[in-house]
């Protein structure tokens, strides 16, 4: 080889090497409408994520119903549990505790879930039903207890009567500890009855006496989501017909609230927890109130006749879906109604006379086939003629591609259902390959509910990995919000010591909260989520994986800003130069706010230990007349967000 071509091929390698990179936004072809509702969050009941986390309730098993009723009990002494003259007569079940004398007293201890979490000098809200059985007042201590089993709290009551009768007394912590335990003591000479045993922090989300755990509902308030999808996915399918999630039993006084039996208890026998029930303390009213706390559209999901067709064959006969049918009416009552109807009216004695607005209501989870859409019809009929408002949301089936994908699209432009669920459990180069995905969607057709996706890394971590290609495929949805008008990331919580199924977009445990990176890419969406879609393009095509590289832009008619998100999916830095194209002015030195989530291992993770190893930081640049550079770094997610005028 002689020296020119030397020199020729450096020159080449050189040039190709800082070759420019141009992004072309075209600021003033405002398209498709951003719906405000189109980030947003999906609560399923799995991991622990109700009772023992997002419900502030520390006492587990608190009304002895559980099918063993000591579950998570520890009595000592006499203690026999009763069901004649309950206090609940749909929590039927009680205990007696028989105090004789001898020295080594009676009482129970509870465990919570994993422990119970105490925070120094936090006062925490101890109650009980009790009525005395025989003459006299009867005395209890109640401990709180450290790990090493000290007392770090102590509190009295005094029961009296032979009538049920709710008690109550504050008791404040005098240590931190993740894994405590409550010790209640009969004091007295005598018998007892006690049930629904209960202890909350006092301060909960809003201080709500039958509150939600502060800090994980603050995490949720921070996402600024615009929809809420609850209570769950294949828990409102249940493993039996009889264990499905009914709505009717989540309202009302939250101790005659019967209890169900979790469907992901022992789905996963390598994650085994056949202690994990569904109190329903955190129910339906619950939910609804949280979405208005959190400023998102609430969208329940309900059952329509099919058990979870993973786990069993059974279903209601078509002829015989009226109750199903009428509890979607009656949720919609629920919701809406006015105060001098019947769903209504519990609505408004529960605490809410104002109604919800509900918009939205999904007619079955992860259902596919005939039976599927057999069933769906009669919901459709009624629900069109009854409430025409409400938008109804069909599903695709399980999987994003597939015969049952292919069969139940059609079937749901065929029935007209407003929106179409589809659910994504994939591993990342999924999920990178699939970015433009909408882009050759049908336009007439229903639109599209992403209902449940997360990014399956083969570790199945919260990695930086994962976070990357779900931004990248995230740009997807953005560039197709005519399509594509709700997304919500699942699951949602994820406890540390009890977690059924992962990745997880929020870890806790008892007394800690880790927003994971697929957090902070949902968070960086939503808050950026802009009005308007605008075309951007590099060689005139769309920016959906050449050279690893992802990109969407929108307009924010509220802040008259230019916001741009970009996806570097590579390991090696990469120079972009973001052009505004039929931009009247100049923005030379205008300041580019720019907000990077990045790790120089795409393996990085957020743990309890170290919860803010990655998070994302904050710079900016300035723009330069025609628009503005960007540095991009390897396994990085940018918002970029510029003011302009119109």
């Known amino acids: 080889m002689n020296y020119k071509t030397v020199v020729f091929l450096l020159l080449c390698c050189s040039q190709s090497l800082f070759a420019q990179i141009n992004f072309e936004v075209d600021v003033l072809n405002k398209g498709a409408a951003i719906q405000p509702d189109m980030y947003g969050v999906f609560f399923e009941d799995i991991n622990f994520g109700a009772d023992g986390g997002l419900y502030a309730e520390l006492i587990k098993n608190r009304s002895f119903e559980f099918h063993q009723p000591f579950v998570g009990w520890l009595p000592f002494g006499n203690i026999a549990v009763k069901n004649e003259a309950p206090c609940f007569n749909r929590n039927p079940n009680y205990v007696r505790l028989n105090e004789t004398g001898l020295r080594r007293g009676t009482g129970l201890e509870n465990f919570g879930f994993r422990g119970i979490g105490f925070q120094k000098n936090d006062d925490y809200r101890f109650s009980f039903y009790a009525r005395v059985v025989n003459d006299g007042d009867k005395k209890f201590v109640v401990e709180l207890l450290g790990s090493n089993e000290n007392v770090i709290g102590k509190g009295e009551l005094t029961v009296s009567g032979n009538s049920w009768k709710k008690y ?130 609430p969208l329940p999901v309900i059952s329509c006749g099919l058990a979870c067709q993973y786990e069993s064959e059974e279903c209601v006969p078509v002829g015989d879906l009226k109750p199903y049918i009428d509890d979607a009416v009656d949720l919609i009552e629920f919701a809406n109604g006015p105060l ?103 336009r007439s057709g229903p639109k599209v509910f992403a209902g449940e996706y997360a990014s399956h890394h083969k570790t199945r ?89 992802f990109a969407s832009a929108v307009f924010d008619a509220n802040t008259t800003e230019l916001i741009v998100k970009v996806v570097n999916a590579s390991d090696k830095p990469q120079e972009i130069n973001i052009l505004l194209k039929q931009l009247n002015q100049s923005v030379a030195n205008t300041r580019v706010n720019i907000s990077c989530l990045h790790a120089n291992e795409p393996g990085a993770v957020n743990t309890i230990e170290a919860p803010n190893k990655l998070v994302p930081t904050s710079t900016y640049v300035l723009a330069h007349e025609k628009g503005f550079k960007l540095n991009a770094l390897g396994n990085a997610f940018y918002v970029c967000r510029i003011k302009i005028k119109e």
């Open 461 to 549: 971590d919260n990695n930086l990995r994962a976070a990357i290609s779900e931004a990248a495929f995230m740009t997807g949805l953005e560039r197709n919000a005519d399509v594509v008008q709700l997304a919500t990331y699942a699951p949602l919580f994820a406890h540390v010591d009890a977690w059924q199924w992962k990745p997880d977009m929020i870890w806790f445990d008892n007394l800690n909260v880790v927003r994971t990176p697929n957090y902070y890419v949902q968070k960086m969406y939503a808050c950026n989520a802009g009005t308007n879609v605008l075309p951007l393009t590099r060689d005139n095509e769309i920016v959906a994986g050449k050279d690893s590289l």
């Open 168 to 297: 109550t007394t504050t008791i404040k912590s005098g240590a931190t500890d993740a894994k405590g335990k409550l010790r209640l003591i009969l004091k007295t000479q005598g018998e007892v009855d006690l049930d629904h045993i209960s202890m909350f922090p006092v301060e909960t989300w809003k201080g709500r006496e039958n509150g939600l755990r502060k800090d994980l509902v603050e995490a949720l308030f921070e996402l600024n989501p615009g929809v809420f999808r609850f209570p769950g996915g294949c828990i409102i399918e249940g493993n039996t017909l009889e264990t499905r999630y009914q709505w009717k039993n989540s309202v009302g006084p939250v101790e005659n609230r019967p209890l169900n039996e979790n469907r992901w208890n022992y789905t996963f026998k390598h994650r085994f927890f056949p202690d994990y029930y569904q109190t329903y303390g955190m129910g339906f009213y619950e939910f609804f109130l949280l979405s208005e706390d959190l400023g998102a559209e």
């Open 340 to 442: 001098d109807s019947e769903w209504g009216k519990v609505r408004a004695e529960m605490g809410h006379p104002e109604p919800f607005n509900l918009k939205y209501l999904a007619i079955g989870n992860e259902q596919w086939g005939e039976g599927y859409v057999e069933r769906l019809i009669p919901f459709l009929e009624v629900l069109r003629n009854k409430h025409p408002e409400i938008k109804i949301i069909g599903t695709s089936g399980p999987t994003p591609d597939g015969e049952k994908f292919d069969y139940l699209w059609p079937k749901m432009r065929e029935l007209e259902v407003d929106l179409v669920d589809e659910h994504y459990y994939r591993s990342p180069e999924w999920f990178l390959a699939n970015a433009a995905r909408y882009d050759s969607y049908d």
